[in-house]
Structures are given as structure tokens and as C-alpha cells.
């Protein structure tokens, strides 16, 4: 079974620039995540989709951040425009559905560096 | 109030030591579950293990093993005879009810795993 694949691995630009991260969840996955680890942290969830549908994106930075999962299978995250301190890896993960003993799974990252 | 504590930030040790990395965890609710990932260098989170709130049996898998305390609220993970390939960093997480009517992680900040040869 695939996992869960994300592009592109890296991505350096320059502040004030934009970005966008694609995901593409486990086949069957109805829940799909998007998360932000700034180095020496813990993944820090920025929103969260069921189906096509956002049930949770209370932690993400509305003003600059958006994202979308238009046919509830794969997802975009975009950031426009970028700032210095939005340099982290970009996780996005998926689980069968969204209950608490769901298991979510990752995919590899996706590496940002905004000088 | 932080919701998962790893106190120890980097440990390293030399190789077939065994090791214990810790996890301490905050929640209100009576039902939840507890997980642990590896983040080798690579990137990607590797599920571990998943231990729900009402089940305080010990776990074994291999070289792994879970110690789930509820009195004490702990769930630390213990690595027989360490290997280099066990160098990475390991994140426990908490699954918590949100207002929003839905669940997600909270992940402790990791521990950083060296295995020396």
C-alpha cells in the first residue's frame, strides 16, 4: 500500500514570495492533515480535513496561510506571503477517519526555508 | 499547560545499551489514546505504537517495549540493546477531544536518540 506522498521535498524562496505544498493522502484515507515542525519541535497541527471538508483549522494563520482538499482525495497548502518565521518542514498525514484511536500517518515532509 | 512532556531533550548511548525515553502527558478526558513515533533523519513520522487509555498492559515488540502508567501518567519506551539504526528522534503524542467537536495529536517537543557504535 503507498504511502503518503508529498511535493516537493524542498523548497528555499525568498520572503514575501509564495508557495504552495501538495499532498496526496493514503487511498481510502477520509481525514488528512496538515502540520508545521519548526526545528527542535513537535509537529504543531494547522488544519484539518474530513472528506473535502475543514473540521478544524483553529491553529492556522488565516491571514497568510489557505488550504484546500477540493475532491477529498488530495490537498494544497499555501502560503502567500511568506515570512521568515514560516521556515519548517511542512508534514501533511492521513487516517482512515477522524476518531480519537485513529492512527494518522505521515508522509515525507516538505522542507521550507524563506530567507 | 504543556499536554505531553519529554523532559529529556537528547540522550545518547553506546550501542546494545538499553535506553528509556520518557513521556508524561495532561488530559481531562477519561478516554484517550497515546502514541509513539520515530522521525529518523529521512523526515517522515513512523507510528510506533498505539496504547488507548483503557488498556494498561505493558507492550513488547521486539526490541520495543511500552510501560503505560496511568497513576503516574506516563507512557515511556524503553529500547533493548540500541542499535545505530535507532538514532532518530522520537516524538509521544496525546489524541485529545478539541471544541471544535473533533480529535487531534498533541505531540511532546522529542527526544533525540544517539546511538554510538
Known amino acids: 500500500e503507498a504511502g503518503v506522498a508529498q511535493s516537493p521535498r524542498y523548497k528555499i524562496i525568498e520572503k514575501r514570495q509564495s508557495v504552495a505544498f501538495w499532498c496526496n493522502p493514503i487511498s481510502g484515507h477520509a481525514t488528512l492533515y496538515w502540520y508545521q515542525q519548526i526545528l527542535g519541535q513537535g509537529p504543531k497541527l494547522l488544519i484539518q480535513?474530513?472528506?473535502?471538508?475543514?473540521?478544524?483549522d483553529s491553529q492556522l494563520p488565516k491571514d497568510r496561510f489557505s488550504a484546500e482538499r477540493l475532491k477529498g482525495v488530495d490537498s494544497t497548502l499555501k502560503i502567500q506571503p511568506a515570512k521568515l518565521e514560516d521556515s519548517a518542514v511542512y508534514l501533511c498525514?492521513?487516517?482512515?477517519?477522524?476518531?480519537?484511536?485513529?492512527?494518522?500517518?505521515f508522509g515525507p515532509g516538505t522542507r521550507l526555508l524563506v530567507l | 499547560a504543556q499536554k505531553v512532556t519529554q523532559a529529556q531533550t537528547e540522550i545518547s548511548v553506546v550501542e546494545k545499551e538499553d535506553v528509556t525515553l520518557d513521556c508524561v502527558y495532561e488530559t481531562r478526558d477519561t478516554t484517550y489514546y497515546l502514541f509513539w513515533y520515530k522521525q529518523p533523519p529521512s523526515g517522515e513520522l513512523v507510528f510506533l505504537i498505539r496504547?488507548?487509555?483503557?488498556?494498561?498492559q505493558n507492550e513488547i515488540s521486539g526490541r520495543y517495549s511500552w510501560n503505560f502508567q496511568k497513576s503516574t501518567s506516563s507512557f515511556n519506551f524503553t529500547i533493548t540493546a540500541s542499535q545505530v539504526v535507532d538514532s532518530a528522534v522520537y516524538f509521544c503524542a496525546l489524541s485529545e477531544y478539541t471544541t471544535s467537536g473533533t480529535y487531534k495529536y498533541i505531540f511532546g517537543t522529542g527526544t533525540r536518540l544517539k546511538v554510538l557504535a
Open positions: 480535513f474530513q472528506n473535502n471538508g475543514v473540521v478544524d
Open positions: 496504547r488507548n487509555s483503557f488498556d494498561e
Open positions: 498525514a492521513s487516517s482512515l477517519n477522524r476518531a480519537p484511536k485513529e492512527t494518522q500517518y
